[in-house]
């Protein structure tokens, strides 16, 4: 649901009419210029005024750092480019209203003022009374003019339904259809070999619904084998021109204390990184870039490289007749759209045109990746992405549940994460259904060597039991090595990052990938790179979890899965592993900014029982909690399951627990009367 705003219109033939109204221009190049409508549209719902379409650039080139405005020769009518009445339709149906330059009052009654006369805060400055009350105002480029913090979670609907509104016109959409039937023609797979090609490469698995199959299943093979006589390719999107290498080495000159080290990278070698990514020479590969702005050899050199990958090599040349006397914001148009309409996409993601094609493609739930590493820098700017968040769960750990409730719905709250469970058991329990309905994208996945782990867990399941509650069931111990399988799940591989928790957490705030700094961990939970080091060692790695001899446990190096990843991944795991404010725990110090919060160890239904009885399987570590600040924790977490019973317990116990007698009680149980409280937590 958009968020709704003070607005001055009122009906007309096109939909609004408006007593104040905001006109605003574009600037540089097609993404930037699509950046340009949206900041323009939300400073103007802002300020209670109705946004004018803007005329639009055909050559919006950046040859210099200077920006490129309109002008009366380097300017155009948007509905040249796009679908107007369709981008105003469909604005209007969600909610945003807006008019045409035709409907709008005439440009001689507009007051005009630079953004940069409104100084750093613009939206704050179109909100003061100095502007308030003038009809009709008109503004420079407001690109980049409301700050990340400035937007809210409930106007990235807004945000999208404007990204969503651009269609091109029906001239550039001919020219689209063109250039996809001309790709598929280089190269023309058979249905099987099609179908098989995109079943494999996955991206038609799990995306785009809660419910999907890790193996591709009789739905996503049903999906295969419909687009499989249909005109299908892969995409790829180089950054390679001149201009651009002159712009990377001023970018990452800049020293403003993040980490600018990811702008050319693989972009030589992109051979090898469409391969990592599961990128198959069954399928026609279209190479996406401004050829005319890169240097001949360089061109040969990469374009050489893919091929002798494999690769049918097809680009713009190859599919318009001619793209003399074509704008090159056209060209850029029509590139943008081959790639929202490919199979699979990667680019750079230093490049905006990349950047806004992968979110847009995540958006609607289609594959998309980058080759280049490190963050996406327009995710600075516009919180148009979700971290992946992977936690595994099943239909028999109904005790537990709880808490699974517990984090997805904090998860959920504070935003910032795209949920995925990868599930086993039951698809039709209550569970699975809760999960659906929360909109986690559901995987189900059975481990093909299940049968073998369950061997190795019951050989010494009883003795184990002191390590870990885990060992107290051979299904509950099993289920916690689905991450194992993690990097064979095709959905997930179009990451670059992601997010990987137990389900016994809780989110205290809002997790993106900018939240971990950079450079960016290399640890279990984030990093492609340690993904493709797990995938290349998985066969290994199994064989070394079923030639442990001590029942899944690995002594020094922890129970069950952890444990192994432990000892296997030793090296990788301590060269950087992630800070405790993504992974507190209620039995050490509070950590004010935490992110996370993990009930590692003892569960909030054990702590109870600690409380009634004195008993606690983990020995001293219910105690500490109390010491320490499991009921500091536990009165944030409590919020997100208040129908709960544990929780509920837990949390007025810990506050019958803020008073000393209350404290004494707890020594009492433990026969520690007179040791002084500090000496106890530490």
Request: proline share 6%.
């Amino acid at each position: 649901m958009l968020p709704s705003y003070h607005s001055t219109a009122s009906a007309t033939s096109e939909g609004v009419a408006a007593s104040l109204t905001l006109r605003f221009t574009v600037c540089n190049g097609l993404s930037n210029q699509r950046l340009s409508v949206l900041y323009g549209i939300l400073l103007a719902l802002r300020t209670g005024r109705v946004p004018v379409l803007p005329d639009l650039i055909p050559d919006g080139t950046q040859r210099t750092a200077a920006r490129v405005d309109p002008s009366p020769s380097n300017v155009q009518a948007f509905s040249s480019v796009y679908d107007a009445p369709r981008f105003i339709s469909s604005l209007q149906q969600a909610g945003i209203p807006i008019i045409s330059p035709t409907t709008a009052p005439p440009l001689s009654s507009y007051q005009n003022v630079t953004v940069e006369q409104l100084g750093w805060d613009v939206l704050g400055a179109l909100s003061s009374s100095t502007y308030a009350s003038i009809p009709d105002l008109s503004i420079d480029c407001p690109l980049w003019k409301i700050p990340l913090s400035a937007i809210t979670q409930e106007e990235l609907p807004l945000l999208w339904a404007v990204l969503r509104a651009f269609r091109p016109s029906t001239d550039n959409t001919h020219l689209v259809y063109g250039a996809v039937r001309a790709i598929t023609r280089h190269k023309a797979a058979t249905p099987s070999q099609a179908a098989a090609a995109v079943t494999s490469s996955g991206s038609l698995a799990a995306t785009g619904s809660s419910t999907g199959s890790s193996t591709g299943g009789s739905r996503s093979l049903q999906q295969a084998s419909s687009i499989a006589g249909k005109h299908v390719y892969n995409m790829v999107h180089l950054r390679l021109e001149r201009d651009w290498a002159a712009h990377c080495a001023k970018w990452g000159s800049i020293r403003d204390g993040f980490v600018r080290d990811n702008c050319m990278n693989n972009t030589v070698d992109i051979d090898a990184s469409l391969q990592l990514f599961g990128f198959l020479p069954e399928i026609p590969l279209y190479v996406g870039s401004y050829w005319e702005g890169a240097d001949p050899a360089v061109v040969d050199r990469v374009l050489g490289r893919i091929r002798a990958a494999g690769y049918t090599v097809v680009t713009l040349s190859d599919v318009l007749q001619t793209t003399l006397g074509v704008p090159r914001d056209q060209l850029a148009l029509i590139e943008y759209e081959l790639a929202m309409r490919a199979n699979r996409f990667i680019g750079n993601s230093v490049s905006t045109f990349s950047a806004l094609a992968i979110l847009h493609r995540r958006h609607t739930g289609a594959w998309a990746a980058y080759y280049n590493g490190g963050n996406i820098p327009l995710l600075q700017m516009l919180p148009l992405h979700r971290l992946p968040w992977v936690f595994t769960y099943n239909s028999w750990s109904g005790p537990y549940d709880y808490l699974m409730h517990g984090a997805v719905r904090s998860a959920a709250k504070h935003g910032g994460t795209k949920p995925y469970c990868i599930f086993t058991g039951n698809t039709s329990s209550p569970i699975y259904k809760w999960l659906t309905h929360m909109n986690v994208t559901l995987i189900s996945h059975t481990m093909s060597w299940k049968q073998a782990l369950m061997d190795k867990a019951k050989e010494r399941m009883t003795e184990n039991i002191v390590h870990s509650h885990l060992y107290r069931s051979p299904d509950m111990l099993v289920s916690t090595f689905q991450r194992v399988d993690l990097p064979i799940i095709p959905v997930l591989d179009q990451y670059q990052y992601i997010l990987y928790t137990d389900a016994d957490v809780f989110f205290r705030r809002r997790v993106t990938l900018d939240s971990f700094g950079l450079p960016l961990p290399k640890s279990i939970s984030m990093s492609y790179e340690f993904r493709e080091r797990m995938r290349r060692t998985y066969k290994p790695f199994l064989d070394f979890i079923l030639a442990n001899q001590q029942g899944l446990y690995f002594g020094e190096y922890g129970p069950a899965d952890q444990g192994a990843l432990n000892q296997f991944y030793e090296a990788e795991l301590r060269a950087q592993m992630l800070p405790q404010a993504f992974n507190a725990k209620p039995y050490n110090d509070f950590i004010e900014d935490a992110s996370i919060l993990h009930f590692h160890g003892p569960k909030p239904h054990e702590y109870l029982k600690y409380l009634e009885t004195g008993d606690c399987a983990f020995y001293y570590v219910c105690e500490v909690g109390f010491l320490k600040n499991l009921c500091r924790y536990t009165q944030e977490w409590v919020s997100y399951i208040p129908e709960d019973a544990t929780a509920v317990k837990l949390s007025h116990a810990c506050t019958q627990l803020t008073n000393s007698v209350a404290v004494n009680l707890v020594k009492k149980i433990n026969n520690l009367q007179g040791v002084p409280l500090a000496a106890i937590a530490s």
